[in-house]
């Protein structure tokens, strides 16, 4: 006996699936994407954080907090003297004790110097600071940038991301600012 045909069944057009997100609790309906992005910067924060830790701890500064590590980078940076409030605005920390304490810890340490000019004092890396830092370098070539091993176009989409992160810390700090207006 022939097989008898198949009832069709009427086909109901599937419902767009919610989206699995790692923050569920904050998701908007006009942005998952958002709630994963914040998921991701906490991640990946902490990744960085463990990540200039570890570095610098191979380097030969041990027992540094994540900020600390920052600090000693941002001292560093052009080779110029810097002041709190300006390291402060530099890095985006609002509390600026912060940063000192930073800056008092890496004193201790004789990787950071002090000056006064007049009622202004300014900071920089010291010779023993330069040197770790470029050890810290060294080391975040062969570690992390050797197995980044990137390519034009993943460079391309590292700097497009590095713009990203820009514009939405922008978002979030005029945000910050209606936030603590309400």
Not at 7 to 32: E, G, M, N
Not at 56 to 63: F, T, Y
Not at 94 to 103: G, K, R
Not at 151 to 156: E, F, Q, R, S, T
């Amino acid at each position: 006996m022939p097989a008898k045909p198949a009832a069709t069944a009427k086909l109901q057009p599937r419902a767009q699936p919610k989206p699995i997100v790692s923050s569920a609790h904050l998701v908007s309906d006009r942005s998952a994407e958002m709630s994963e992005f914040e998921f991701g910067l906490i991640v990946a924060g902490n990744a960085f954080h463990r990540w200039v830790v570890h570095c610098m701890s191979a380097a030969g500064l041990k027992d540094l907090t994540p900020l600390d590590v920052l600090v000693l980078h941002h001292v560093t940076h052009r080779a110029r003297d810097k002041r709190l409030a300006d390291i402060c605005f530099i890095m985006n920390v609002e509390d600026t004790h912060l940063v000192n304490y930073s800056l008092k810890k890496l004193q201790g340490l004789a990787v950071v110097a002090s000056r006064k000019n007049g009622k202004e004092v300014t900071y920089a890396a010291t010779d023993l600071g330069r040197a770790y830092v470029q050890r810290y370098r060294d080391i975040r070539e062969s570690c992390l940038i050797d197995a980044l091993n990137a390519d034009d176009a993943l460079n391309k989409d590292i700097g497009e991301l590095a713009r990203l992160l820009r514009v939405l810390s922008g978002m979030y700090d005029q945000a910050a600012r209606s936030a603590a207006s309400l």
